[in-house]
């Protein structure tokens, strides 16, 4: 794609791929260390996006400020428009998140928009967990989920909403 720039950061959860247009974050996953050996293509929103991770991870910085972009259906929009609404520190359930969006019954839907966020832990999918409190539902794995989590009820200076066994 014209345009498009690519980036990586090293953190303490692996490699992590940040994808941009000119003036928007476009993706940020979690890959496999065997990308670390593809040529970077970085523009200014992709180093400013690498200098406010490594704030996050830390402890520095709990929220974000980078011009973001995703595509996705109006409900997907909506979804994560809601996830970015999840303070710091704190949790929600998919329950909850498809009651924030007017109807319980989508609590399935919800689950599958936040499953197709491609702007990880900025907008912050991982906050979402199951009703009971259970850590459930992270692309990145449920390792890394529970680590951003327990990272941020570290830097907080409060509990995290749900008892997550941390």
Same mark, same amino acid.
């Given at each position: 794609?014209?345009?498009?720039?690519?980036?990586?950061? =090293?953190?303490?959860?692996? *490699?992590?791929?940040?994808?941009?247009?000119?003036?928007?974050?476009?993706?940020?996953?979690?890959?496999?260390?065997?990308?670390?050996?593809?040529?970077?293509?970085?523009?200014?929103?992709?180093?400013?996006?690498? =200098?406010?991770? +490594?704030?996050?991870?830390?402890?520095?910085?709990? +929220?974000?400020?980078?011009?973001?972009?995703?595509?996705?259906?109006?409900?997907?929009?909506?979804?994560?428009?809601? *996830?970015?609404?999840?303070?710091?520190?704190?949790?929600? +359930?998919?329950?909850?998140?498809?009651?924030?969006?007017?109807?319980? !019954?989508?609590?399935?839907?919800?689950?599958?928009?936040?499953?197709?966020?491609?702007?990880?832990?900025?907008?912050?999918?991982?906050?979402?967990?199951? +009703?009971?409190?259970?850590?459930?539902?992270?692309?990145?794995?449920?390792?890394?989920? !529970?680590?951003? *989590?327990?990272?941020?009820?570290?830097?907080?200076?409060?509990?995290?909403?749900?008892? #997550?066994? #941390?």
């Amino acid at each position: 794609m014209e345009n498009e720039y690519l980036g990586f950061l =090293k953190c303490p959860l692996g *490699l992590i791929e940040i994808k941009a247009n000119k003036d928007s974050i476009t993706s940020v996953l979690f890959v496999f260390d065997q990308y670390k050996n593809i040529a970077e293509n970085t523009n200014g929103i992709i180093n400013q996006c690498k =200098k406010q991770l +490594s704030e996050y991870f830390s402890g520095e910085r709990k +929220s974000f400020d980078l011009n973001i972009h995703q595509e996705g259906t109006p409900f997907q929009m909506r979804v994560w428009n809601e *996830l970015l609404e999840i303070p710091y520190g704190k949790t929600i +359930s998919y329950n909850h998140l498809a009651e924030a969006l007017g109807d319980k !019954k989508t609590i399935r839907a919800v689950g599958g928009a936040n499953g197709r966020n491609l702007i990880s832990i900025i907008v912050p999918c991982h906050r979402v967990i199951g +009703s009971d409190g259970s850590l459930i539902g992270y692309a990145g794995g449920m390792w890394r989920k !529970k680590w951003l *989590l327990g990272h941020e009820k570290q830097f907080s200076g409060q509990e995290i909403q749900m008892e #997550l066994g #941390l």
